[in-house]
């Protein structure tokens, strides 16, 4: 027990930069004291006292504005940050090193007393006010935008947003040198909006200010190859596409993240 606290205190760490202090952790963070009050009341729960069990989680609800059923499974390092108004339901699967953020529902959409809430895998993100509501997987590494409603399957490594969700992006990796440095040429970050959330909206117009550059790029080689065969045929040279404001935080098109190189034959402007 003592080594699953040191665990939940070292992922709280990892994840939340306003962590000052294992004390302010262990007093302050009401997503650990859920946590631990589940633990209570699960084994209560599996071993046949499930009065004692539901009245001990109605007690951490209390205290914590966290509503986990004591039927729930938890793995290990889940960590819910502010809290308040998470509910996960009784037959809710959660894998490990999760993060649910204030707001989250794990929900169900049947009556029937089978599997009807949500199995959530290892390593997902679940953004603030998301509510998932059905008997069905949230692949590894998903990540599901906030305010989001997902009622149906999300692939390991999507990301989803929107009511009802649909998968934006299908893959989350770390950006590669290549990748950062075309990303800072072009004046937004690799990691679109955060690392976890992406923005659909910039993520198009990332790719639209993208292709209109490679464009560029290629016209502006035919027009060398013309002048190089006719010399009275002029030389152009074009300035790179700006992207607008709201989008210099988007998402680089997967394309850069192979590293691939671009021709030099066009002048930069920096952001």
Same mark, same amino acid.
């Given at each position: 027990?003592?080594?699953?606290?040191?665990?939940? !205190?070292?992922?709280?760490?990892?994840?939340?930069?306003?962590?000052?202090?294992?004390?302010?952790?262990?007093?302050?963070?009401?997503?650990?004291?859920?946590? /631990?009050?589940?633990?209570?009341?699960?084994?209560?729960?599996?071993?046949?006292?499930? /009065?004692?069990?539901?009245?001990?989680?109605?007690?951490?609800?209390?205290?914590?504005?966290?509503? !986990?059923?004591?039927?729930?499974?938890?793995?290990?390092?889940?960590?819910?940050?502010?809290?308040?108004?998470?509910?996960?339901?009784?037959?809710?699967? !959660?894998?490990?090193?999760?993060?649910?953020?204030?707001?989250?529902?794990?929900?169900?959409?049947?009556?029937?007393?089978?599997?009807?809430?949500?199995?959530?895998?290892?390593?997902?993100?679940?953004?603030?006010?998301?509510?998932?509501?059905?008997?069905?997987?949230?692949?590894?590494?998903?990540?599901?935008?906030?305010?989001?409603?997902?009622?149906?399957?999300?692939?390991?490594?999507?990301?989803?947003?929107?009511?009802?969700?649909?998968?934006?992006?299908?893959?989350?990796?770390?950006?590669?040198? +290549?990748?950062?440095?075309?990303?800072?040429?072009?004046?937004?970050? +690799?990691?679109?909006?955060?690392?976890?959330?992406?923005?659909?909206? +910039?993520?198009?117009?990332?790719?639209? +200010?993208?292709? !209109?550059?490679?464009?560029?790029?290629?016209?502006?080689?035919?027009?060398?190859?013309?002048?190089?065969?006719?010399?009275?045929?002029?030389?152009?040279?074009?300035?790179?596409?700006?992207?607008?404001?709201?989008?210099?935080?988007?998402?680089?098109?997967?394309?850069?993240?192979?590293?691939?190189?671009?021709?030099?034959?066009?002048?930069?402007?920096?952001?």
């Amino acid at each position: 027990m003592l080594s699953r606290i040191r665990e939940d !205190i070292r992922s709280v760490f990892a994840r939340d930069p306003a962590a000052r202090s294992t004390l302010e952790v262990l007093t302050c963070y009401p997503g650990l004291h859920a946590v /631990w009050g589940h633990r209570v009341s699960h084994w209560l729960w599996v071993r046949g006292f499930c /009065w004692l069990a539901r009245l001990n989680s109605h007690f951490a609800r209390w205290l914590t504005g966290i509503e !986990i059923h004591p039927g729930a499974k938890i793995g290990h390092r889940l960590f819910i940050d502010h809290g308040m108004g998470v509910v996960i339901g009784e037959t809710a699967e !959660i894998g490990d090193d999760v993060t649910l953020y204030h707001g989250v529902t794990l929900g169900g959409v049947s009556w029937d007393k089978g599997k009807r809430h949500p199995t959530l895998a290892n390593n997902v993100v679940v953004g603030a006010g998301a509510k998932i509501l059905g008997p069905f997987t949230v692949g590894e590494n998903a990540r599901v935008g906030s305010n989001s409603v997902v009622v149906k399957e999300v692939p390991p490594g999507a990301t989803v947003v929107g009511i009802p969700a649909r998968v934006v992006a299908s893959e989350t990796r770390e950006p590669s040198p +290549a990748l950062s440095a075309a990303a800072k040429k072009l004046g937004f970050d +690799a990691y679109g909006l955060t690392r976890d959330m992406t923005d659909p909206v +910039a993520n198009a117009f990332a790719g639209l +200010a993208e292709h !209109i550059d490679r464009l560029d790029e290629r016209l502006v080689q035919v027009c060398k190859a013309l002048h190089g065969m006719d010399t009275r045929l002029p030389e152009m040279e074009l300035s790179r596409y700006e992207l607008p404001e709201f989008c210099r935080e988007g998402k680089v098109l997967d394309s850069l993240a192979s590293g691939e190189s671009r021709p030099e034959s066009v002048d930069t402007q920096k952001p």
